[in-house]
C-alpha cells in the first residue's frame, strides 16, 4: 500500500496499527455562483469538534459516493442536493481513521440551511477567514485557489480576475 497523501497530527499515535482499513467518505463543496462556498463546524462529541470542514459523511454498505452524499446533505443540513459532480478523491490518515475523503461539487440544491447537529456554518471566499481547518479540508482549498488561479494578494477580492 502506498503511504497516504496526507498525514494529519503525524505525532500522535494510529488507533488499530498498519492495516487500518479505509473508511470511505463522501464531502460535498457546495458552491455559490459568486464562488463562495459553504464550511461547517464539527459538533461537540465528535472528533476534532470545533474545526471547519466541508460537510459530508461515511458511506454505508452498497451506498455510492453521490447516495451517501445526498443523504448526508439532507441530514446534516436539511437539503436536497440536486447536482453533485465528483471531482477529487485525497487519503487522509487521522489518529483515530485512515479515510479516503471523495469531495463533490455541488452546485445546485434546494431548501434552506439547517443545522441539524448543533454544527456552525458560514460562507467563505480564499483567503479562508475560520480556525481551525480539519487537515483533510486543506487541500480542497488548494483545489480551489488553483482552479481560480489565486494569487493570494489579499487586495484582489477572489473570484473577480
Known amino acids: ?15 488499530g ?32 469538534a470545533g474545526y471547519w470542514e ?10 455510492s459516493v453521490a447516495q451517501a452524499l445526498r443523504r448526508e446533505l439532507h441530514e446534516e443540513l436539511g437539503i436536497e442536493a440536486l447536482e453533485i459532480r465528483s471531482w477529487k478523491s485525497e487519503l487522509v490518515d487521522y489518529p483515530h481513521a485512515l479515510v479516503r ?5 455541488v452546485l445546485r440544491w434546494r431548501g434552506e440551511l439547517q443545522m441539524r447537529e448543533g454544527q456552525s456554518y458560514v460562507w467563505q471566499q480564499l483567503p479562508v ?7 483533510g479540508t486543506v487541500p480542497v482549498l488548494r ?18 480576475a
Open 1 to 15: 500500500m502506498s503511504p497516504p497523501a496526507l498525514v494529519a497530527d503525524g505525532d500522535r499515535p494510529r488507533e
Open 101 to 105: 475523503l471523495n469531495f463533490c461539487k
Open 143 to 160: 483545489w480551489l485557489a488553483q482552479e481560480r488561479s489565486y494569487t493570494g494578494d489579499t487586495h484582489t477580492t477572489p473570484g473577480t
Open 17 to 48: 496499527g498498519a492495516d487500518r482499513p479505509v473508511t470511505e467518505v463522501a464531502v460535498g463543496v457546495l458552491l455559490q455562483p459568486d464562488g463562495s462556498f459553504l464550511l461547517t463546524s464539527r459538533p461537540g462529541g465528535k472528533v476534532y
Open 54 to 63: 466541508f460537510p459530508g459523511g461515511k458511506l454505508e454498505r452498497d451506498e
Open 129 to 135: 477567514q475560520v480556525t481551525p481547518v480539519l487537515p
